[in-house]
């Protein structure tokens, strides 16, 4: 008899320049791409850049970037940097500033150049508003957005949507906008009911809204609707919640799926450090038939508030109860060092290459105190060629504190 296991050792690495900040990147799987905004665009002179990368080691590839466009608000402005998105082609959404107003802009692959644009409204000028969301469906592209109206002397902010391949279609969501629903031209959001603020998934081609949870939790955070290959590939959701009242980050993530009918919590997660309670930047991925959820964690201040020392950890857990068939079921990725200077908040981001032979988690830290925004690659243990071991990394007990449900 051979037996084989393996312990995880974190592979943590610096991948951008120390000197020069890169805040924000979104990174493309299927292109091997990150895109993100250059400069402080303070006066609004931020860069769009793009930069390919290595599919074998994760490096971004920063002797290639290609600056793709120019007058780009400050991130302080727009909430959220450059999207990708697809749909009946390649995009990336971004904000632009044009006489004077934050409009949005989407650049589309030709298969040969980059073609930029206005995104248009229903009066057939530049589409108003700012922190673009955006769906990840080949079949259709879809963005969430953040929009200011005037309702007599006070200004109110409502979530909305676009789409981005048919111009002029587009609308206000009946809520505050979430996440996406995999191969559905649907998007999450929430609503309060009885008290909580409870999940919903609209569909924006019948208007028909679809409330998914009903317990007594408050749900802030992202919420992600995708296809399951461990479920048959059934379509799943995961929640982020907090347990606190009046607490506005949540401190765990639920996953549910539908058990005879029903929409079933089947898993809940909190923070794997006690001291670091406050859960969030969750981001899913799939590779080799399995999906995990990437998030970050940090220190809690009195009233729920993110307090970013430099203690903030970056972490993934598996999906579903998967604790019999040897799978990795929650796993830190970032080391001692990769935060310790920063005051930033990770914001995982997952790519994985086209062979699913490997998996990387990117987050945003800061080499030195007060430094620029960077960006660390940091290497799942998740491939073709891994051996799933059930440590964490040396010296970190294997963590099973998952609370399952059904």
Do not use: C
């Not at 629903?181 to 019948?206: C, H, M, P, W």
């Not at 089947?266 to 399995?290: A, R």
Request: aromatic share 8%; proline share 6%.
């Amino acid at each position: 008899n051979l037996t084989v296991s393996a312990t995880y050792i974190v592979d943590d690495v610096l991948v951008s320049n120390p000197e020069v900040p890169l805040p924000d990147p979104e990174f493309d799987s299927l292109s091997s791409q990150a895109v993100w905004q250059a400069g402080g665009g303070i006066n609004d002179n931020g860069i769009l850049q793009l930069a390919p990368i290595d599919p074998e080691t994760g490096f971004l590839l920063l002797d290639n970037i290609k600056a793709l466009d120019n007058g780009l608000p400050s991130l302080g402005k727009t909430e959220n940097g450059p999207e990708w998105a697809y749909g009946n082609s390649l995009k990336i959404v971004y904000n632009k500033t044009v006489n004077g107003k934050i409009v949005f802009n989407k650049a589309e692959w030709t298969g040969t150049t980059w073609k930029k644009g206005s995104i248009i409204d229903s009066q057939g000028n530049p589409l108003e508003g700012i922190s673009p969301l955006t769906h990840l469906d080949k079949n259709f592209g879809l963005l969430s957005y953040l929009k200011d109206i005037e309702v007599g002397n006070t200004t109110v902010r409502l979530s909305a949507w676009a789409d981005l391949d048919n111009q002029g279609i587009g609308g206000i969501l009946p809520g505050e906008r979430r996440r996406r629903v995999e191969g559905e031209r649907s998007i999450l959001l929430t609503q309060e009911v009885a008290g909580y603020e409870q999940l919903f998934k609209f569909n924006i081609d019948t208007n028909s809204l679809e409330q998914l949870t009903f317990d007594a939790t408050d749900k802030v955070g992202d919420a992600f609707m995708f296809r399951e290959p461990e479920f048959n590939n059934e379509l799943i959701f995961f929640v982020a919640e907090t347990t606190i009242d009046n607490n506005f980050r949540p401190n765990q993530h639920s996953v549910y799926r539908k058990v005879n009918g029903q929409w079933t919590k089947i898993q809940t997660i909190v923070s794997p450090v006690p001291e670091l309670p406050i859960i969030t930047g969750h981001e899913p991925f799939t590779i080799n038939g399995h999906s995990y959820i990437a998030f970050n964690i940090s220190k809690g201040g009195p009233k729920g508030e993110r307090v970013l020392d430099g203690s903030q950890q970056v972490w993934f857990s598996g999906v579903g109860p998967n604790e019999e068939d040897g799978l990795v079921k929650l796993r830190r990725v970032s080391s001692d060092n990769g935060t310790i200077n920063s005051n930033k908040i990770p914001d995982p981001e997952a790519y994985v290459t086209q062979a699913q032979d490997k998996a990387f988690i990117y987050y945003s830290t800061t080499e030195v105190v007060g430094g620029v925004s960077t960006i660390h690659r940091a290497d799942t243990g998740l491939g073709t060629n891994s051996v799933l071991g059930s440590e964490i990394q040396p010296n970190i007990p294997v963590v099973d504190n998952f609370n399952l449900i059904g």
